[in-house]
Nanobody, 123 residues
Framework: QVQLVESGGGLVQAGGSLRLSCAAS????????MGWFRQAPGKERDFVAAINWSDTTTYYADSVKGRFTITRDSAKNTAYLLMNSLKPEDTAVYYC????????????????WGQGTQVTVAS
């Protein structure tokens, strides 16, 4: 099993920045890719960004492209999401995920999930 623990959420003003962290433990050798999703109240959980663990290939949702950056530190088994130029519509609970099938935007392809961390962007 893989366990994911998230941190870094909070309240930030519009235009500000925030960095989320996701630390993995357990059978981390099974991870091919990690991703970030977000869910606002009353809405479905949407894809944000993903990274291939071995070669660091990345993919982003159009809504965050150019503003968010996903990275990973293999020595620490940790993925990060750097969020710049934050907008009120970025407000959501952000979830870290891990899977064994490479880059994918589908939440069905991820086997493990973090507990979620709240990001609130004030207008």
């Amino acid at each position: 099993q893989v366990q994911l623990v998230e941190s870094g959420g909070g309240l930030v003003q519009a235009g500000g920045s925030l960095r989320l962290s996701c630390a993995a433990s357990g059978r981390t050798f099974s991870i091919d890719a990690m991703g970030w999703f977000r869910q606002a109240p009353g809405k479905e959980r949407d894809f944000v960004a993903a990274i291939n663990w071995s070669d660091t290939t990345t993919y982003y949702a159009d809504s965050v492209k150019g503003r968010f950056t996903i990275t990973r530190d293999s020595a620490k088994n940790t993925a990060y999401l750097l969020m710049n130029s934050l907008k009120p519509e970025d407000t959501a609970v952000y979830y870290c995920s891990a899977g064994a099938y490479g880059l994918t935007t589908r939440k069905e392809n991820y086997s493990y999930w973090g507990q979620g961390t709240q990001v609130t962007v004030a207008s």
